[in-house]
């Protein structure tokens, strides 16, 4: 870790890491935090939801080695991310609060960047640029990559920013509340529409890059399906104002406008067709059979999160 002499006139920030089993990739984003050099104080907030392997040891590794900036919470009871993040929003001493996701990594100006996107632009919500890279050329990888993350459409159409790339003044908690701890996904949508509804600023920099890797398989891209199919009937349960957006999230995919700067085609599936560039035939084939079989795991997880509810309103009748 870089030491600097703290000055003035820059935000303290609270950067808060949710994390459950994940060793490598806690070792590989605190790796990058504690590279940062930033002038102002900041601090690094692990929240692990109930850990069960190395990774709390891992951290606590970290902590005697950077005692004053590294802290450890634990939430055990609600297993949810966003129920972490809550833990770590609770103890967070920043007056900007930045979140990361355990396996993503950052370059070393990461919260300079930030700091001064935000005061340049007197910014409430902001939402930073996600790069997905994978050393693998698989097809997941691909499907991955071109069909992730348009920060810049659900900033603009859906009014919010996943989690792994939000950073908020610490004052919205108090104004607004926290994360919906009882959703398993789509808890970043649900929050960023109540901070859209009380009307502050909200931008997206695409200059603040934050590096996520890709799903390689198609083991984890199901199982991302299927924990969003739970997560958006939960949304539609507990937030029914939000019901018209949970019904497009399930019908569509993501429609991205832009190409990004490596050249990579986004696509879309929606009727209005797609933009395939220079990508190989069979990539196109499998491509629509990936988003088929994500759309219908989506449903699958809706109707098994449907079920449980089922069950346990019978059981409390």
């Known amino acids: 870790m870089k030491i600097n002499k703290i000055k003035s006139g820059f935000s303290s920030i609270s950067v808060i890491v949710p994390v459950y089993n994940d060793p490598k990739g806690i070792t590989d984003t605190l790796d990058s935090l504690v590279a940062q050099d930033y002038p102002g104080d900041f601090e690094i907030i ?140 789509s808890g970043d949508y649900e929050f960023g529409n109540r901070v859209y509804n009380a009307g502050y600023m909200m931008r997206f920099d695409p200059n603040i890059i934050m590096k996520h890797p890709a799903r390689n398989s198609f083991q984890q891209i199901i199982k991302k399906s299927f924990r969003i199919g739970r997560g958006l009937y939960q949304l539609s349960l507990y937030h029914p104002e939000l019901n018209k957006s949970f019904k497009n999230s399930l019908v569509n995919s993501i429609n991205v406008s832009k190409v990004s700067e490596n050249n990579w085609a986004f696509f879309t599936f929606k009727k209005n067709g797609v933009i395939w560039n220079d990508l190989p035939f069979h990539y196109k084939i499998l491509f629509y059979y990936i988003d088929i079989i994500s759309k219908i795991v989506k449903l699958i997880g809706l109707a098994y999160e449907n079920a449980i509810n089922i069950k346990l309103f019978d059981i409390n009748k």
């Open 46 to 185: 692990v929240a692990d939801n109930g850990s069960n392997d190395d990774t709390i040891s891992i951290v606590m590794n970290y902590q005697v080695k950077y005692p004053r900036l590294i802290k450890l919470v634990v939430e055990e009871e609600i297993q949810s991310s966003y129920a972490a993040r809550n833990k770590g929003i609770g103890i967070a001493n920043g007056s900007l609060i930045a979140f990361i996701d355990a396996d993503m990594w950052v370059g070393p100006s990461w919260l300079t960047e930030i700091h001064d996107s935000i005061k340049n632009n007197n910014t409430d919500y902001l939402a930073c640029n996600v790069e997905l890279v994978s050393e693998s050329d698989c097809i997941f990888a691909s499907y991955d990559i071109i069909s992730g993350f348009p920060i810049k459409e659900y900033l603009e159409k859906r009014h919010f920013a996943p989690t792994c790339c939000l950073v908020v003044k610490s004052s919205l908690f108090s104004i607004v509340g926290r994360f919906d701890q009882k959703l398993i996904s």
